[in-house]
């Protein structure tokens, strides 16, 4: 399916334990974006790449690492997964960074028990 | 630091005009996005600005004046459909996003 699409929609684990989010887009843009969403929160950075093979940090990377080996695909990890990453996990594309509007998988909503 | 800032939530009656205001407080400016987002889904590009003046697209229309540092999104013949999270979003100087927290808009008949 054309689009930006994620994988798990939703995921409950353990803390500790190590969760890969998965995002895919089929328009080979070439940015890509890792957000977290929070009740009361803005969207907030995790993580960004400009292209495959760069990524860079974004507001608040701890305790998380990406990579992006094919444009197409950013897969986002939490290493060993603490209570305070619950949170709505949004992927998304964009083409480029200046006036591009970006847009956005349906979202993984993560549990960490 | 960075600032967004939009009120919380709203209520309106469905048919009326709505305006959602935004003020920033950001480190540069490279243009303001306005963006909708419908509970439990993904927020979907509404409008782009980055010249001051008033951006028409339909029923909603969208404000900037970058010397107040101050924007609007403006909702006209509103619809029940048109109840969801409108969030405002800031692109800095090193060209990141920076967003608000939303403002939930409840439309009532």
């Known amino acids: 399916d054309a689009g930006i699409t994620q994988s798990p929609r939703y995921k409950i684990t353990e803390t500790g334990r190590q969760v890969t989010l998965m995002c895919h887009q089929t328009w080979s843009h070439s940015y890509m974006f890792w957000y977290r969403q929070d009740l009361g929160h803005g969207l907030r950075l995790i993580y960004y790449s400009a292209a495959a093979d760069i990524t860079d940090k974004g507001e608040v990377p701890d305790g998380y690492v990406v990579s992006r080996s094919k444009t197409e695909n950013f897969p986002l990890t939490l290493e060993s997964a603490t209570r305070s990453q619950t949170s709505v996990y949004f992927c998304?594309?964009?083409?480029?960074?200046?006036?591009?509007?970006?847009?956005f998988g349906p979202g993984t909503r993560l549990t960490v028990t | 630091g960075q600032n967004i800032d939009q009120p919380t939530e709203m209520t309106a009656t469905e048919g009326a005009i709505v305006q959602i205001n935004c003020t920033y407080q950001?480190?540069?400016?490279?243009?303001l996005f306005w963006y909708q987002q419908h509970a439990g889904e993904a927020p979907t590009f509404l409008s782009y600005?980055?010249l001051d003046g008033l951006e028409e697209k339909g029923r909603f229309s969208s404000f900037l004046s970058r010397s107040k540092g101050y924007s609007y999104l403006l909702l006209k013949e509103l619809q029940m459909k048109d109840s969801a999270s409108y969030l405002c979003a800031v692109r800095d100087s090193n060209y990141q996003l920076i967003w608000g927290a939303g403002t939930k808009l409840i439309i009532k008949p």
């Open positions: 950001t480190s540069g400016f490279n243009g």
């Open positions: 998304a594309s964009s083409e480029g960074s200046e006036w591009y509007e970006q847009y």
């Open positions: 600005n980055v």
